[in-house]
């Protein structure tokens, strides 16, 4: 056992900063930085405490309970959570980790109360960039990051219950503001903005509105996720995994004729694990286009560069997948594209792969009512469906508008009596 009055002292390695404990190493950090300074301190402190109960830092694992700071439980989960979620999901991790490290990084998992997360929740409203509802999810983000900490046996049980009691923001609060619900983009907008598409986007683009699929799961559609052997004159599409899995399990998309003379072009000569929709075809569709303009020949030196980046493509390479940046980037490459040479009021205004969710559910509640809707939308409450489809209030003025007193007979009636009278 250590002698707790021969502290172990901080060494340099060759720029990495360690201690010596029971004959073994105990990294710190970088040499000299502030965090290696912390680490050190913290790593005295417990010692102090128990001499017994310090582990190895470079082993990967922490502190006892007790002893884990946030700033440590913060960056465990993500590493948690890097491999298995999406990057958007990520980055949404991270910004909301962001504004709880500022503040209180440095303290103790266990010391956290609700009031210090009310406290970060204060500062994401101060800096006025985040709606309410963002600044909720965030919140929402900091207790799961506190529940896994209590599933790894970091997080103390108690803590994570009684952050669980702080109620959302509700709408009004002082100093939030909501953003105005998204809207559909009307078909028109699509349809004028389809041409300045590469092939493989526009297809997409008009697989995804008569679908009503998520931008992701257009995104990361495989070709083994389409099954063609029922017999029906159907295709179907079925998820690897899609938003609402654990609520209504597998989810399996009809693909009509129309679906099925766009996709098939992308599955012929490819695997089942591969991207019927690549970035890469493309890419490779785009410099075809280019070629195809081109008025002058192709210069050796041009060839030459062309079979060199050919045999050794290096960090050139673009992926298999498009993610969610890369789609509504490749939307938006197009509006400016078709805005180039138009006049003000013919411009094609902007949209995003989310509002053409909107619009297939719009589409289809105006055509089929809200029961459809919601089954092409995959929801399983019509509530939710009713954010997605905005048609309701057109429904509501054209009853308006046909509607009729079912007691006007009655009525009329009843004032000849009053009249008598």
């Not at 099925?260 to 075809?281: C, D, H, N, W």
Request: proline content about 6%; hydrophobic content about 35%; overall charge positive.
């Amino acid at each position: 056992m250590q002698k707790l009055n021969k502290m172990p002292k901080m060494c340099n390695d060759r720029g990495r900063a360690f201690s010596w404990h029971n004959g073994k190493r105990i990294y710190h950090g970088v040499w000299g930085t502030p965090e290696t300074n912390r680490n050190y301190n913290r790593f005295i402190h417990a010692l102090t405490k128990n001499p017994d109960a310090i582990p190895m830092r470079n082993s990967g694992k922490n502190l006892a309970i007790g002893d884990v700071l946030i700033s440590e439980l913060a960056a465990d989960y993500l590493a948690h959570i890097a491999p298995r979620m999406d990057k958007i999901h990520v980055q949404h991790f991270r910004r909301a980790i962001k504004f709880l490290v500022e503040i209180y990084g440095d303290m103790p998992v266990n010391e956290f109360s609700p009031k210090k997360l009310k406290t970060v929740r204060e500062q994401m409203v101060k800096t006025g960039r985040l709606c309410r509802g963002m600044v909720n999810d965030y919140i929402g983000r900091i207790i799961r990051i506190f529940s896994w900490g209590c599933e790894e046996e970091t997080v103390q049980a108690n803590v994570v219950h009684a952050l669980r009691e702080i109620k959302a923001l509700r709408k009004g609060e002082p100093g939030t503001f909501d953003n105005p619900p998204r809207q559909e983009v009307s078909d028109d907008v699509v349809r004028r903005t389809l041409p300045f598409m590469s092939p493989t986007v526009a297809v997409m683009v008009q697989i995804q509105r008569m679908t009503g699929c998520r931008p992701s799961e257009i995104y990361r559609m495989i070709v083994g996720d389409i099954d063609q052997t029922r017999g029906n004159g159907l295709w179907y599409y079925i998820p690897e995994s899609h938003k609402t899995e654990r609520f209504i399990g597998e989810k399996q998309v009809p693909l009509g004729k129309p679906e099925q003379e766009l996709i098939a072009p992308y599955l012929a000569g490819k695997m089942a694990s591969e991207a019927v929709f690549s970035p890469r075809t493309a890419m490779a569709e785009h410099y075809a286009e280019r070629r195809a303009k081109r008025k002058t020949k192709i210069p050796p030196s041009q060839k030459a560069r062309d079979a060199a980046r050919a045999e050794n493509p290096g960090d050139r390479t673009v992926g298999e997948f498009y993610d969610h940046s890369s789609y509504r980037k490749a939307i938006g490459n197009a509006i400016r594209k078709a805005n180039k040479n138009l006049p003000e009021e013919q411009r094609v205004p902007d949209w995003t792969p989310y509002q053409i969710r909107h619009a297939a559910g719009t589409a289809t509640e105006k055509t089929e009512g809200l029961d459809k809707a919601q089954a092409l939308l995959g929801h399983t409450s019509a509530n939710t469906t009713k954010r997605y489809a905005h048609g309701q209030l057109a429904i509501a003025e054209s009853m308006a508008q046909k509607r009729i007193n079912p007691f006007a007979d009655e009525a009329t009636d009843l004032t000849d009596t009053v009249k008598n009278v």
